[in-house]
């Protein structure tokens, strides 16, 4: 049986200095509650993955404006303008990385595998550094893993096997971050006994702990 604990106890078991991955995009499929959790706790130094920074006054958007980040690997900061505000002064290291990249470095690093070739962004500026590969006569950068020491994802139903199942597009990107990182926490809206088996789409073995 998987380890049931508050959201409160889930923000706390992220230390200062970790990687952290959250699932979701704007509003839809994220961990909400501990997040905020999270961001009531005053740990610092974080890096945050995630497909973009929420809104200045929600659950990520809380960890720029605590200042709790000391750098971000997203793809969307424009509802977010502190995120762009502190990227701009220097006060936060902000990785900008096309979403469909991110989401397949997540996977990569899931899967164990040593990174992903990709056309987006040969030529322009995002190449810069980075191995450039040529595979029949088309040119790819090489997009290494992104791991994480914590992913806190969320699901719409979650028995207590640590099974997890979604609404719609609430899956996005909660399924690959749940195979990247060290410990999984979900945050489920509803907790069940045991999920029908073709309900599962994150299979309770990637999660560690299920807050509530």
Known sequence: MKKVISTAEAGKLINDGASVMVGGFIQCGVPKRVVNELAETGTKNLTLISIDTSFADADRGRLVANKQLKKAIVSHIGLNPETGNRMQSGDLEVELVPMGTLVERIRAAGAGLGGVLTPTGVGTIVEE??????????KYLLEKPIHADF????????????????????????????????????????LVDCLDPNEVVIPGLFVDYIAL
Not at 129 to 138: H, L, M, P, T
Not at 165 to 180: D, E, I, L, P, Q
């Open 151 to 190: 992913a806190i994802i969320y699901g719409t139903k979650v028995d207590k096997h640590g099974n997890v199942a979604f609404f719609g597009s609430t899956r996005n990107s909660n399924t690959v971050m749940a195979t990247a990182a060290k410990t999984v926490i979900v945050e489920a809206d509803e």
């Open 129 to 138: 550094g980075k191995d450039v590969i040529e595979v029949d006569n088309k």
